[in-house]
């Protein structure tokens, strides 16, 4: 996504609005203050993320507001209007949609008689086999649990 | 500080700020009372890691792409 923010450059905004620790741990543990969220708002830094960072109250107000789902994507549309929402952050919609975003934009500001349509589709995401959890070795064990018990029900 | 003291607000029969994953507070897509496609984005005010606020409706005029995450 960084690339791609750069790439766009002037011609669309980009944010990040952090909210609850998804997977917390021992590094990384979930938020009991807003000074300690605003803390590790900061240290996505550290993690490649470059572009404007928001922080989200500490009880996720506009986490909530938006659908709640941890790495959701939305593009918000020149006029304030939602043009794209996933449920998680695949680069590729992303491009796709941002790009259709700004050619409708273009068109109807050459006057282009423009009809929008609706679709919905779902994507699936490929997890690698070893996921990297920066919460730590707990934020580990919490999702091994999860997967022991997925496949004991034969999920 | 007053924000703090929404802490216990759950969210989905859980607390928002949990400290374990299990995948319970999962939710099929969104949560339903999210807009829409098509649908003013509510606009909301926050502050920047670094410091000023931003407000969503400031930025009319190109389109914004949002991105929700967290370290973990």
Redesign the interface.
Known sequence: MENMAREFGDEAHFLFVYVREAHPGELYPHHTSFVQKAGQARDMRKHGVGRPILVDSLNGDVHRQYGGMPNMSWIIDHTGRVSFKASWTVAFDIQAALEETLELKGLRRQGGFVAPYYRETMGLKVMPAEEVYLGGEKAYEDVRKVRERDAARGK | ?A??A??E?P??GKP????????SGA?P???A??????????D?T?????GEQ?A??A??????????????
């Open positions: 500080m924000k703090d929404n802490i607000t969210f989905l928002y700020n949990y400290d374990t994953w299990d995948r939710l897509f969104f949560q009372e999210a807009a829409r496609v098509g649908d003013v984005a509510p909301f926050l502050p920047l890691a670094e931003i969503l409706s930025l009319r005029g190109k389109p914004v792409m949002i991105e929700f995450g967290s370290i973990t």
